[in-house]
């Protein structure tokens, strides 16, 4: 489902003024809200709405997530997006209520998808160049599952393509946030640190 | 010489590696490259298989084994045949190093070269092995059946993206499809009708009217020059018949020096008319009878 543009609906809210009592937001409205959002909003929207600044929806929306610990649905977050949806736990349940097939997916698939989870916003070079091979066809096949999704160009020689993870990968691997992924071993994470703060080669682009 | 394999690890969408029957695993591999993709994986499979460490393990001893384990690549993979090779050239790198004694000199200057290849390639095993652990963490996450779901704007669409298919239903009755054709053709609008024919009519009084109209602005008319122009031939005949009638009638005069010459037509005077006996009020007769 493609997301409508964020100008456009924060066009389309400039125009209402915030109705009586909309000048606050309490955790009961904000969850109301995000129950009734068929889609995941932004920071900047709900701010618009309710008519507050962005440290009091921050700070509603920590309120909202310690609330909803050990309850049926949970607030996922994705960079400035946020969305309501139902808890790890309930997955095989709620799967089976609607049909829902498990996604399979090949090795370098998996290895694919740890790298630009771990490593996001990441190249398709960088990519590569941990694989050590080609990896245009993998990528694209995640672009099409909608697991991963392109984020903006990095500012090196070429402009590459950034990569992230979706909404979608957080649902479908039971995170509410990317720092719910598994914690990778703690020696070869302090190899990644120094090879994260290397500067980008030229196999980047 | 026997060479069945012997499967020692096969789990599910896992890289497999053989080993021959007649020969130990420490000198000779034969590898299912089905499931290796890059060199990297395949050299680490190699490094497992024989539960080496990778931070500590000769990777210039595995060049041998990784060698003809690319020997068996399969014609399908020649579009990564190069990265293959690349690491192959590592390793052989790697291994004449260890193999050739080396002066001070020369190891000064392969230090200034840049890095140690054998701890380069090393380091991005580690980091590749890194990436694979975690991509198999991911995939025991996905198996778990921990999947979060969101609110669908429609049920239809919720159900397209679970791959639900909808019940199956009765086949439609043929007689519904029959009314639903009567019907629509009793709502179709009648077909307009075809444009009809009006024919033209010519009479002799109009043509008469415009002879009459062009000598009343010129003392003299040329019928060639009244009827130039005219591309319809019953239009200049009948104008040819009423220049006749109006002759007849006594109102004109026609000249013509020569044959296929000018006509040229003249308007009575009133006094010669009279002088004619000839009553002008009489309406032309259109039926020709005159004529005939």
């Given at each position: 489902m493609d997301e409508p543009d964020d100008d456009a609906v924060l066009d389309r809210l400039a125009g209402a003024t915030p109705g009586p009592g909309a000048a606050e937001l309490t955790v009961a409205q904000l969850e109301a809200l995000l129950f009734v959002a068929e889609r995941p909003l932004t920071r900047r929207e709900i701010a618009a709405l309710a008519g507050v600044d962005f440290e009091t929806v921050d700070a509603r929306l920590g309120d909202l997530e310690v609330a909803l610990r050990g309850r049926g649905v949970r607030l996922l977050a994705a960079g400035d997006r946020v969305e309501l949806a139902t808890a790890p736990e309930a997955g095989s349940l709620i799967a089976r209520y609607v049909g829902a097939e498990g996604v399979k997916l090949s090795p370098a698939a998996l290895e694919t998808l740890a790298i630009v989870a771990y490593r996001?916003?990441?190249?398709r070079g960088v990519i590569e160049r941990i694989r050590?091979?080609?990896?245009d066809y993998v990528v694209r096949s995640l672009l099409h599952r909608r697991l991963i999704a392109e984020l903006g160009r990095a500012d090196?020689?070429?402009?590459p393509i950034l990569f992230g993870t979706s909404f979608e990968f957080l649902e479908r691997f039971g995170?509410?946030?990317?720092?719910?992924?598994p914690a990778l071993d703690a020696e070869t994470a302090a190899r990644l640190v120094d090879g994260a703060s290397a500067p980008a080669g030229p196999d980047d682009a | 010489m026997d060479r069945l394999p012997v499967p020692v690890m096969a789990p599910r969408e896992t890289p497999a590696i053989s080993f021959t029957f007649d020969r130990r695993p420490e000198t000779a591999t034969q590898v299912?490259?089905?499931?290796?993709?890059?060199p990297l994986a395949l050299l680490l499979a190699l490094i497992e298989q024989r539960q080496l460490d990778v931070l500590t393990v000769?990777?210039?001893?595995l060049a041998a084994a990784y060698l003809e384990a690319l020997a068996l690549?399969?014609?399908?993979?020649l579009p990564h045949l190069s990265t293959f090779v690349g690491v192959a050239s590592q390793l052989i790198l790697i291994k004449s190093r260890a193999l050739l004694p080396r002066s001070s000199a020369l190891a000064e200057a392969a230090a200034e070269e840049g890095p140690d290849p054998e701890e380069e390639l090393r380091r991005r095993l580690v980091l590749y092995r890194v990436y694979r652990d975690a991509g198999l963490a991911l995939r025991a996450r996905l198996e778990s059946g921990v999947a979060l779901f969101h609110r669908e704007p429609a049920a239809a669409y919720a159900a397209g993206v679970a791959g639900a298919r909808p019940a199956d239903e009765a086949p439609l009755d043929p007689a519904l499809l029959a009314a639903a054709l009567v019907r629509t053709a009793q709502l179709a609008p009648p077909p307009a009708p075809p444009p009809e024919l009006v024919a033209r009519t010519i009479t002799l009084a109009e043509c008469a009217e415009a002879i009459r109209a062009a000598l009343r602005g010129a003392p003299l008319v040329v019928l060639q020059e009244l009827v130039a122009?005219?591309?319809?031939r019953v239009l200049v005949v009948v104008t040819f018949l009423a220049m006749l009638e109006l002759v007849k009638r006594r109102e004109l005069v026609v000249e013509q020096d020569?044959?296929?010459g000018p006509i040229r037509c003249r308007a009575t005077t009133t006094a010669e008319r009279i002088a004619a006996g000839v009553a002008t009020d009489v309406p032309i007769d259109e039926t020709l009878a005159d004529f005939a």
């Open positions: 996001q916003p990441v190249t050590g091979v080609d990896s090196t020689p070429g402009r995170l509410t946030t990317l720092d719910d992924l | 299912r490259l089905e499931a290796f993709e890059g000769r990777l210039g001893d690549l399969p014609g399908d993979r122009g005219i591309r319809d020569a044959p296929w």
